[in-house]
T-cell receptor, first 114, second 116 residues
Framework: DGGITQSPKYLFRKEGQNVTLSCEQNLNHDAMYWYRQDPGQGLRLIYYSQIVNDFQKGDIAEGYSVSREKKESFPLTVTSAQKNPTAFYLC?????????????FGQGTRLTVV | AQKVTQAQTEISVVEKEDVTLDCVYETRDTTYYLFWYKQPPSGELVFLIRRNSFDEQNEISGRYSWNFQKSTSSFNFTITASQVVDSAVYFCALSEAQGGSEKLVFGKGTKLTVNP
């Protein structure tokens, strides 16, 4: 079945460490996105990529980095510069070139700083 | 800038009651798209509906219905005869296009609890 796989489901990080969240899709979608969800805050866009080897900052990119070396993969690194990384992270993808297409989401990674 | 407001933070109803979730949006685009997503406790967002700005027809899908009114910039979602399985967080979203990119702007969500 086609879909988006995020791993791990739960992640614990010590302060000062970088950590990478995985996102893989087999939907053949060109566009991929990372969102952060905090309680009562909705989803906020961190980074997005419309095509391989290209990505743009979203609304809250500070303290995060991404890469897009393959169409299927869009990993997110939470760096030590991110002041408050504890949150629920969701990866999504969309079919190319159409604004009215729905986004498909992974099941999320819950990151906790200990 | 685009903005989506879901004024109801939490709603609690008893099973079989009807419930309406409100969504108000702001955009300067003449062409835009609106979405509703459901987030059950598992965390994954599930797509429910999309509507483009040129189509103001209301839509019904089983117990779900949507009322889109451009005059009031609203896209409200009604669940008829609610069930416990409807308990979830519901998000309204607006597509935003800048430079050809496609991004979703989400409201803060409404947590719906349906009690038996």
């Amino acid at each position: 079945d086609g879909g988006i796989t995020q791993s791990p489901k739960y992640l614990f990080r010590k302060e000062g460490q970088n950590v990478t969240l995985s996102c893989e899709q087999n939907l053949n979608h060109d566009a991929m996105y990372w969102y952060r969800q905090d309680p009562g805050q909705g989803l906020r866009l961190i980074y997005y990529s419309q095509i391989v080897n290209d990505f743009q900052k979203g609304d809250i990119a500070e303290g995060y980095s991404v890469s897009r070396e393959k169409k299927e993969s869009f990993p997110l690194t939470v760096t030590s510069a991110q002041k408050n990384p504890t949150a629920f992270y969701l990866c999504a993808s969309t079919a190319p070139g159409t604004r009215d297409t729905e986004a498909f989401f992974g099941q999320g990674t819950r990151l906790t700083v200990v | 800038a685009q903005k989506v407001t879901q004024a109801q933070t939490e709603i609690s109803v008893v099973e079989k009651e009807d419930v309406t979730l409100d969504c108000v949006y702001e955009t300067r685009d003449t062409t835009y798209y609106l979405f509703w997503y459901k987030q059950p406790p598992s965390g994954e967002l599930v797509f429910l509906i999309r509507r483009n700005s040129f189509d103001e027809q209301n839509e019904i899908s089983g117990r779900y219905s949507w009322n889109f009114q451009k005059s009031t910039s609203s896209f409200n979602f009604t669940i008829t005869a609610s069930q416990v399985v409807d308990s979830a967080v519901y998000f309204c979203a607006l597509s935003e296009a800048q430079g050809g990119s496609e991004k979703l702007v989400f409201g803060k969500g409404t947590k719906l609890t349906v009690n038996p």
